[in-house]
């Protein structure tokens, strides 16, 4: 799933060509006045920036923070019942638990179906899962419906 939305991301920026900030106009339009719909004659008071909200330069740093996965009783059950069922779900919780949520949706996207299509395929090819395709789709889809959908 991250290397899907890698490569979304690098082929869209790649399509950027040669568009720069050079490219760009150096001008832009002053914008018109308009009268104001409000009815009160109280001057409006000026917000003083304060040290919390203000921009600052850019810093450089050494590593990204740790981004703790705080798991529900629904999303423990979800994870250990793929892990009965012979998926390694080590190191891609966050995507099992984003395909679970389009499990339970009563739109009936085909899109939510083929990703988790998708999604079982990935973890068939990555040797994350002992089971066939079709039996790893269906053990996903059954295990997020048994764990989140009511």
């Known amino acids: 799933m991250k290397r899907l939305a890698a490569l979304a991301l690098a082929l869209s920026l790649t399509a950027c060509g040669s568009a720069t900030v050079e490219d760009s106009p150096t001008s832009v339009a002053p914008l018109s006045k308009t009268a104001s719909s409000s009815t009160s004659k109280a ?3 000026k917000q003083q920036p304060s040290e ?3 921009d ?9 923070p740790d981004q703790q996965l ?11 019942g793929l892990k009965d069922q012979g998926v390694n779900t080590e190191g891609v919780e966050r995507e099992l ?17 083929a990703t988790v299509q ?28 048994k764990a989140y959908c009511a």
């Open 56 to 64: 600052r330069p850019a810093q450089e740093i050494d590593n990204v």
């Open 97 to 113: 638990l984003n395909v679970a949520s389009l499990v339970c949706t009563k739109d009936d996207n085909p899109v939510n179906s």
């Open 118 to 145: 998708a999604v079982a395929g990935q973890l068939v090819e990555q040797g994350r899962s002992d089971k066939s395709f079709e039996e790893t789709a269906k053990a996903i889809e059954s295990g997020a419906a």
């Open 70 to 80: 705080v798991l529900s009783k629904e999303d423990k059950a979800y994870l250990s």
């Open 43 to 45: 001057p409006k008071k």
């Open 52 to 54: 919390e909200n203000q």
